[in-house]
């Protein structure tokens, strides 16, 4: 029974910290609800195993990681809130701790044993909140070291009953490998989610992080580790000498970007993965974006009873690392499960090395007589077959499993995939454009030919598209539109103002055509002109000053404008009722369907009253809508004898057929 066995329900640390119900329990540590009585806030309360508490390097590293941890303020981490040492020093009593929020829900481990595989919605919303948390310590200048679905907790409290994802145990893997890993032989880690380097030389960075991300996303994808095996440093030993598979050859319905996605952060080279969580982060957006997945509601894991080790109904951050570390010799010849198991301590130079089964402990012999010549015969025969025996496994390692990774550029997929079978390789495919090799054909592989690879490694064949085709650029799609399906062809869409051009058919702003014409096969990157519409084409306001009205409204429909009347002008130049002008006016160029203003004249043409009895004449001038200004002559008396009846208008002024303004007054000349 270990000393974290002990139940410390209802102590108070620090004088401030009331422990209360047992949450979870570790090897070198355990998690308790708990109360902080200052603020009255419910805590989690993480109290390590008793004999790391006066270990000097253990302290120094404890303090020094729980500051950095509590410095890290961000929505899916879970919050340090405090740390100390309860007891007296020397004292087997005396205790490390750290004061925690608490989140009440559960693990991803715990959604993955309850679910399996997660729909893709699901997988890259998790995926995106652990990379965001772990982004903001990277960004802090903190390694996690410990990324495993049992440190993502799933929390209560988001929008619409979805759970809040938190990452927790942040710098406690590196504390505690202060006092469990002084000489740098044994590596602390879980094996199903270790990267390469971390195995060979104990170096743990943001990249390290990122390949913890990455098994994590293909445990998310297929509801299985990628590496399982009988001990777990055979799962350390596959980490490091093979490439993690395809995430669609455990689930067909997978995307190939999401392969691709979780091939990028597990490449056992360090170097050709994203820099840090950020960089990874944006990568997965990408994808996302390009997939059309949303963001979806992450469902809180059912409820559990703590075990031991546990996955709690309520959370802290669970066991590091290296909080469930066992002797080296032990993690080697126990049979325990090569999955995700909890963490192991594994001696560094095994993993290394082609897994075999660890030797017995030898223990001394009682000394026995000497033997006949015949047995010493049989002892040389025996250690000559232990020497040939040692120097095969020798050739086997370092170079008997190795093959030449063959040439097969130029051949066609069937005759790469059988010549890569034959090289006793798997292969896989992908596809790109090129100029100059054909479709259909081989152009390199990855590792190169020529290049070593162990027997069965994946070698990645690049098949040819052949040149790139300008794609069908429907008429009337966006500029946009036309631009992303170019690029998508690997080719440069460009942009000539002066190229656009009018057209009825096509709405302003829409794509009219592109230029070389779709279909026509180019280099790759070669620019792919995009032709816009420039809406109608304007055209001259047609000539209808002098027509008359209903003449002038015809002629400038049947051009295709909208005349109206925009009022009367007098103009003696033009006569009444017919046009004056336009507005816009003669010549000037309009878009098709817009509306003219017509102005009709509104004058007078005066008219011709001599040798008219005067009454007449009144008449004639009033009917024109003009007034008389003056005249003579006897008043008519009725009977036809004298009056206006008999005086005649002799002259006039103005003169006949003179334009003026209606209700100008004309002069009479009359007789008698």
Same mark, same amino acid.
């Given at each position: 029974?270990?000393?974290?066995?002990?139940?410390?329900?209802?102590?108070?640390?620090?004088?401030?910290?009331?422990?209360?119900g047992?949450?979870?329990?570790?090897?070198?540590?355990?998690?308790?609800?708990?109360?902080?009585?200052? *603020?009255?806030?419910?805590?989690?309360?993480?109290?390590?195993?008793?004999?790391?508490?006066?270990?000097?390097?253990?302290?120094?590293?404890?303090?020094?990681?729980?500051?950095s941890?509590?410095?890290?303020?961000?929505?899916h981490?879970?919050?340090?809130?405090?740390?100390?040492?309860?007891?007296?020093?020397?004292?087997e009593q005396?205790?490390?701790?750290?004061?925690?929020?608490?989140?009440?829900?559960?693990?991803?481990?715990?959604?993955?044993?309850?679910?399996?595989?997660?729909?893709?919605?699901?997988?890259?919303?998790?995926?995106?909140?652990?990379?965001?948390?772990?982004?903001?310590?990277?960004?802090?200048?903190?390694?996690?070291?410990?990324?495993?679905?049992?440190?993502?907790?799933?929390g209560?409290?988001?929008?619409?009953?979805?759970?809040?994802?938190?990452?927790?145990?942040?710098?406690?893997?590196?504390?505690?490998?202060?006092?469990a890993?002084?000489?740098?032989?044994?590596?602390?880690?879980?094996?199903?989610?270790?990267?390469?380097?971390?195995?060979?030389?104990?170096?743990?960075?943001?990249?390290?992080?990122?390949?913890?991300?990455?098994?994590?996303?293909?445990?998310?994808?297929?509801?299985?580790?990628?590496?399982?095996?009988?001990?777990?440093?055979?799962?350390?030993?596959?980490?490091?000498?093979?490439?993690?598979?395809?995430?669609?050859?455990?689930?067909?319905?997978?995307?190939?970007? *999401?392969?691709?996605?979780?091939?990028?952060?597990?490449?056992?080279?360090a170097?050709?993965?994203?820099?840090?969580?950020?960089?990874?982060?944006?990568?997965?957006?990408?994808?996302?974006?390009?997939?059309?997945?949303?963001?979806?509601?992450?469902?809180?894991?059912?409820?559990?009873?703590?075990?031991?080790p546990?996955?709690?109904?309520?959370?802290?951050?669970?066991?590091?690392?290296?909080?469930?570390?066992?002797?080296?010799?032990?993690?080697?010849?126990?049979?325990?499960?090569?999955?995700?198991?909890?963490?192991?301590?594994?001696?560094?130079?095994?993993?290394?090395?082609?897994?075999?089964?660890?030797?017995?402990?030898?223990?001394?012999?009682?000394?026995?007589?000497?033997?006949?010549?015949?047995?010493?015969? *049989?002892?040389?025969?025996?250690?000559?077959?232990?020497?040939?025996?040692?120097?095969?496994?020798?050739?086997?390692?370092?170079?008997?499993?190795?093959?030449?990774?063959?040439?097969i550029?130029?051949?066609?997929?069937?005759?790469?995939?059988?010549?890569?079978?034959?090289?006793?390789?798997?292969?896989?495919?992908?596809?790109?454009?090129?100029?100059?090799?054909?479709?259909?054909t081989?152009?390199?592989?990855?590792?190169?030919?020529?290049?070593?690879?162990?027997?069965?490694?994946?070698?990645?064949?690049?098949?040819?598209?052949?040149?790139?085709?300008?794609?069908?650029?429907?008429?009337?799609?966006?500029?946009?539109?036309?631009?992303?399906?170019?690029?998508?062809?690997?080719l440069?869409?460009?942009?000539?103002?002066?190229?656009?051009?009018?057209?009825?058919?096509?709405?302003?702003?829409?794509?009219?055509?592109?230029?070389?014409?779709?279909?026509?096969?180019?280099?790759?990157?070669?620019?792919?002109?995009?032709?816009?519409?420039?809406?109608?084409?304007?055209?001259?306001?047609?000539?209808?000053?002098?027509?008359?009205?209903?003449?002038?409204?015809?002629?400038?429909?049947?051009?295709?404008?909208?005349?109206?009347?925009?009022?009367?002008?007098?103009?003696?130049?033009?006569?009444?009722g017919?046009?004056?002008?336009?507005?816009?006016?003669?010549?000037?160029?309009?878009?098709?369907?817009?509306?003219?203003?017509?102005?009709?004249?509104?004058?007078?043409?005066?008219?011709?009253?001599?040798?008219?009895p005067?009454?007449?004449?009144?008449? *004639?001038?009033?009917?024109?809508?003009?007034?008389?200004?003056?005249?003579?002559?006897?008043?008519?008396?009725?009977?036809?004898?004298?009056?206006?009846?008999?005086?005649?208008?002799?002259?006039?002024?103005?003169?006949?057929?003179?334009?003026?303004?209606?209700?100008?007054?004309v002069?009479?000349?009359?007789l008698?």
């Amino acid at each position: 029974m270990t000393r974290t066995d002990e139940n410390l329900a209802g102590a108070l640390l620090d004088r401030r910290y009331r422990v209360d119900g047992l949450l979870a329990r570790g090897g070198m540590s355990s998690v308790y609800r708990g109360l902080d009585t200052r *603020l009255d806030r419910p805590v989690a309360i993480k109290i390590m195993d008793s004999r790391f508490a006066d270990d000097r390097s253990f302290v120094e590293r404890f303090e020094r990681e729980a500051r950095s941890a509590a410095k890290l303020h961000h929505p899916h981490v879970v919050a340090v809130h405090d740390q100390g040492f309860d007891g007296t020093p020397g004292s087997e009593q005396r205790r490390a701790f750290l004061v925690m929020e608490l989140v009440d829900g559960g693990t991803l481990r715990d959604l993955l044993d309850e679910r399996g595989a997660l729909t893709l919605p699901q997988v890259l919303t998790i995926s995106e909140d652990v990379l965001s948390a772990l982004g903001a310590a990277h960004a802090a200048g903190l390694v996690h070291r410990d990324v495993k679905p049992e440190n993502v907790l799933i929390g209560r409290g988001g929008q619409a009953g979805s759970g809040v994802v938190k990452v927790g145990d942040f710098g406690l893997v590196r504390a505690v490998s202060a006092t469990a890993n002084t000489t740098g032989s044994v590596i602390l880690g879980t094996v199903a989610y270790l990267s390469p380097e971390q195995v060979t030389n104990g170096s743990a960075g943001e990249r390290g992080d990122v390949y913890s991300v990455g098994i994590l996303l293909y445990e998310m994808l297929t509801g299985h580790v990628p590496y399982t095996a009988d001990t777990p440093i055979s799962v350390a030993y596959r980490h490091v000498n093979d490439d993690v598979p395809a995430p669609s050859a455990s689930r067909s319905d997978l995307p190939p970007a *999401l392969d691709e996605l979780v091939l990028r952060a597990t490449r056992r080279d360090a170097e050709a993965r994203p820099a840090d969580a950020t960089a990874f982060l944006e990568q997965l957006r990408e994808v996302r974006g390009q997939l059309g997945i949303q963001r979806t509601a992450v469902p809180i894991p059912a409820q559990r009873q703590p075990q031991h080790p546990s996955s709690p109904s309520e959370h802290a951050a669970p066991e590091s690392d290296a909080e469930r570390t066992v002797p080296a010799m032990q993690a080697v010849t126990a049979p325990t499960a090569g999955g995700p198991t909890g963490t192991q301590a594994l001696p560094r130079s095994a993993a290394g090395a082609a897994p075999a089964a660890a030797d017995p402990s030898e223990e001394e012999q009682p000394a026995k007589p000497r033997r006949s010549g015949g047995w010493l015969a *049989l002892w040389l025969v025996a250690a000559l077959l232990l020497v040939a025996g040692v120097g095969a496994g020798g050739w086997w390692l370092l170079s008997g499993r190795y093959v030449d990774v063959p040439d097969i550029s130029g051949m066609d997929r069937q005759q790469a995939a059988q010549a890569l079978r034959d090289a006793e390789l798997t292969p896989t495919f992908e596809q790109e454009r090129h100029n100059t090799v054909p479709s259909g054909t081989s152009i390199r592989t990855d590792p190169p030919a020529g290049a070593r690879a162990l027997q069965g490694d994946q070698v990645n064949v690049m098949i040819s598209l052949g040149k790139p085709v300008v794609p069908d650029i429907q008429q009337g799609i966006s500029v946009e539109q036309a631009q992303q399906a170019i690029k998508q062809a690997q080719l440069t869409p460009t942009r000539d103002e002066n190229t656009d051009q009018y057209s009825t058919d096509v709405q302003q702003g829409a794509v009219i055509s592109v230029s070389p014409q779709p279909g026509t096969q180019v280099n790759i990157g070669t620019n792919v002109a995009v032709v816009v519409s420039k809406g109608p084409e304007p055209l001259p306001v047609p000539a209808v000053a002098g027509m008359p009205r209903d003449q002038a409204f015809t002629t400038l429909q049947e051009a295709g404008f909208q005349p109206y009347d925009a009022g009367e002008e007098f103009s003696a130049d033009v006569a009444g009722g017919h046009v004056v002008r336009t507005e816009p006016g003669n010549g000037e160029t309009v878009d098709q369907g817009s509306r003219i203003g017509v102005y009709v004249s509104n004058a007078v043409d005066v008219p011709d009253v001599q040798g008219r009895p005067l009454p007449d004449a009144r008449q *004639l001038l009033s009917d024109a809508g003009l007034k008389v200004a003056g005249g003579s002559g006897g008043d008519d008396d009725g009977g036809g004898f004298g009056g206006d009846r008999f005086v005649f208008v002799v002259g006039q002024n103005p003169d006949p057929g003179t334009r003026v303004k209606r209700g100008s007054e004309v002069a009479l000349s009359t007789l008698p």
